[in-house]
């Protein structure tokens, strides 16, 4: 990984400022789950974008959680608890791919702030691609490649035209790109039908 968060900042990524500039109901708003199928946060964190985004879908159950620290997936599930949200997350610690989620399975996946952290980005892509429903979509929320107040340096952003070739190398589709939040790029990629 070229940057793993430090789960001692934990309390960053539930900063409520953060709504003036990652709200994720402005997200929530362009996705489209496949109905009667589960979700995936790759990345999940501290469950700042799984939380909203299961109670926004409650048809869509369960909701994967990926992460390659501990640290972060047992503060998630400490706060899904408290959400009364324990029933529908499913952990996974992260260590290798496969990951024990079906092919096609998955209607809805999204990973915010982590693509720049992902070396191995085509087995990365490629897993998630195997993962999702026919149809269904990937959304990459990451800092833009400019100077923003905070995020990662610039030396680790990635240009949108790279997420978008990884993403076509991967197998997806359909990419469109969505201008949502001021400080982040927003990419949705479908996997074909066929």
Same mark, same amino acid.
């Given at each position: 990984?070229?940057?793993?968060?430090?789960?001692?900042?934990?309390?960053?990524?539930?900063?409520?400022?953060?709504?003036?500039?990652?709200?994720?109901?402005?997200?929530? @708003?362009?996705?489209?789950?496949?109905?009667?199928?589960?979700?995936?946060?790759?990345?999940?964190?501290?469950?700042?974008?799984?939380?909203?985004?299961?109670?926004?879908?409650? @048809?869509?159950?369960?909701?994967?959680?990926?992460?390659?620290?501990? =640290?972060?997936?047992?503060?998630?599930?400490?706060?899904?608890?408290?959400?009364?949200?324990?029933?529908?997350?499913?952990?996974?610690?992260? =260590?290798?791919?496969?990951?024990?989620?079906?092919?096609?399975?998955?209607?809805?996946?999204?990973?915010?702030?982590?693509?720049? @952290?992902?070396?191995?980005?085509?087995?990365?892509?490629?897993?998630?691609?195997?993962?999702?429903?026919?149809?269904?979509?990937?959304?990459?929320?990451?800092?833009?490649? @400019?100077?923003?107040?905070?995020?990662?340096?610039?030396? =680790?952003?990635?240009? =949108?035209?790279?997420?978008?070739?990884?993403?076509?190398?991967?197998?997806?589709?359909?990419?469109?790109?969505?201008?949502?939040?001021?400080?982040?790029?927003?990419?949705?990629?479908?996997?074909?039908?066929?």
């Amino acid at each position: 990984m070229a940057h793993v968060f430090n789960p001692a900042l934990l309390h960053r990524l539930d900063d409520p400022n953060r709504l003036d500039y990652q709200n994720p109901l402005k997200l929530i @708003e362009k996705m489209h789950p496949h109905p009667n199928t589960s979700m995936m946060d790759f990345g999940a964190g501290a469950g700042y974008f799984t939380f909203p985004i299961a109670k926004s879908f409650p @048809e869509n159950s369960p909701v994967h959680v990926i992460d390659i620290q501990k =640290e972060m997936l047992d503060h998630l599930i400490k706060r899904a608890k408290d959400q009364d949200l324990s029933g529908r997350i499913q952990p996974h610690l992260l =260590e290798t791919f496969p990951l024990s989620v079906p092919d096609g399975s998955v209607g809805l996946a999204w990973m915010v702030n982590v693509f720049h @952290e992902i070396d191995d980005r085509k087995s990365a892509l490629s897993e998630i691609f195997r993962i999702l429903a026919p149809g269904a979509s990937l959304f990459i929320v990451d800092w833009k490649p @400019e100077e923003t107040p905070m995020g990662p340096p610039l030396s =680790e952003r990635v240009p =949108e035209v790279e997420i978008i070739t990884s993403l076509l190398e991967a197998g997806f589709a359909l990419i469109r790109s969505w201008e949502i939040y001021s400080m982040h790029l927003v990419v949705e990629a479908q996997k074909g039908l066929a």
